[in-house]
């Protein structure tokens, strides 16, 4: 019986086999059917834009205002931590845009050589979110480190965590030590919006577009960090004219009103 | 045999060994040691030990009379409970972990109760261990489910009526007879919640020392400066993981 029991151990074997290999990625992307209408017109074709997380909702919105202005265009993003957006474009994936939101994991592009010279096309900064109501009575960074808080960062390999240790820094405090290291500040949000982190700081943009569901406490200047976006075509793209019109739309067309209607500064 | 079978098998494997030579290729061997003996390659390889080693004990303890229950207890619903206890394992781990999230957060379901007796899962080790069992148990009750059921049940009726109590059955007759599916499971059990990664990094956060464990760690690593970590750490994922597969598929055939 011992061998009938191992036959179908066996077979289990098999099945773990093809299971094991269904542990999914966490990129999240929002795709368009490809426009079957060519014009002449610098912006159309379908491009695959490569955007930080904390861009979602201000490009989503650029989307939608494209939409009309500009039927050619079909534009898919996959936004994601900028350094894991760097990571896909230098192993190849097929992106014809990246914006950045430092400056940092741009320079790696552009050593790299995949990219054409960047533009800043936004800037923005921290704040630390709180649950409504703010329970634990948070009025600033050195709050976040006091016993009881439990506080949730980004990665410092994300953008946004790097710029909080900075403030941390500036303020004259320790670094601070998070419950947990996110990948990306929509995530890092998440923790929040769930009731697991007490607070978190990311950028004021994403206090903003997340609306009542957190509470924001402003960071001041003397202590906050300003982040800046650059974006990029990227050279290798095979849409590179349109490429190169998308970016100049974000840098200086309709993409600065979408922007700053969602809290971005202006580029200077 | 048909050429096109020939190519399609051809292919088949290949598909599975490319991934493998590219990190190969790209491993950096000759400062694998030093990456490996980095303090936090360190934290994140002794916790993947501790957790997964947790994970396997608390599904033998729970997932064994699961299994019994299931190979040998008719009742209504079976099947749905068979099919819910199995769902971890064709479910996108990272639901798990949102799921995991609303049931065991602190305002979760249960977790808000949890929360008032100072049970915290998220961000600590405990909750590392909950994401990984919640994975790999199912793997675990399969395979003991599937021994429950094939075992010949006169051995047990005869010790009965020799006079043995149940529980001397369960332990001294039963037992003894799934111990090889009982061995293959946990194993296949352990290696799953070894390579744990959606539901730890969704329910357990990245927590160095506490919640990173090795699949967590080689994704951070990957994006940060020293990719070369990630890969070396990656290797010691896959070669642990072949090690498991072959010596418990050799074990089992041979009869």
Known sequence: MNRVSRRHAASVLVCFALVAAACGSSSKSSGSTPSTTSTPAKLSGSLDVFAAASLTEAFNDEKTALASSEPALSLTYNFAGSQALVTQIKSGAPADVFASADQKNMQKLIDAGFVEAPKTFARNKLEIAVAPGNPKHITGLADLEKSGVILVLEDPSVPAGNYARQAFTKAGLPAPKPSSNELDVKSTLAKLTSGDADAVVVYVTDVKAAGSKVEGVEIPDSQNVIATYPIAAIKASKHLTAAEAFVDEVVSGSGQQVLQARGFLAPN | ?255
Not at chain 2, 56 to 70: D, R, S
Not at chain 2, 147 to 173: I, P
Not at chain 2, 226 to 235: E, F, G
């Open chain 2, 1 to 255: 045999m048909p050429a096109f079978v020939a190519v399609g098998a051809v292919v088949a494997a290949l598909f599975f060994v490319v991934p493998l030579a590219g990190l190969v290729w790209r491993a950096p061997w000759s400062s694998s040691w030093k990456v490996l003996s980095s303090a936090e390659a360190r934290a994140a390889l002794r916790l993947s030990l501790e957790t997964s080693v947790a994970a396997t004990a608390i599904a033998v303890v729970f997932g064994v009379p699961l299994a019994w229950v299931q190979a040998r207890v008719a009742y209504p619903g079976r099947s749905i409970v068979r099919a819910v206890t199995l769902l971890p394992m064709v479910l996108p781990p990272v639901v798990g972990g949102v799921a995991l999230l609303l049931a065991l957060g602190r305002n979760g379901l249960v977790g808000q109760y949890l929360d008032r007796v100072g049970v915290h899962l998220p961000f600590h080790v405990a909750g590392a261990v909950v994401a990984e069992t919640f994975v790999s148990m199912p793997f675990l009750v399969l395979t003991v489910e599937a021994a429950f059921r094939s075992t010949d049940q006169r051995f047990e009726d005869a010790a009965r009526t020799l006079g043995a109590t149940r529980s001397s059955v369960f332990r001294r007759v039963t037992l003894p007879m799934i111990r090889p599916s009982l061995i293959a499971g946990a194993v296949l059990c352990w290696a799953r919640a070894l390579g744990e990664f959606g539901a730890t990094i969704t329910f357990a956060g990245n927590s160095q020392g506490k919640t990173q464990t090795l699949p967590l760690f080689v994704y951070v690593t990957l994006e940060g400066a020293n990719s070369d970590a990630a890969i070396v750490l990656s290797l010691v994922l896959v070669v642990v993981s072949l090690v498991v597969l072959v010596s418990v598929y050799r074990w089992l055939s041979r009869s």
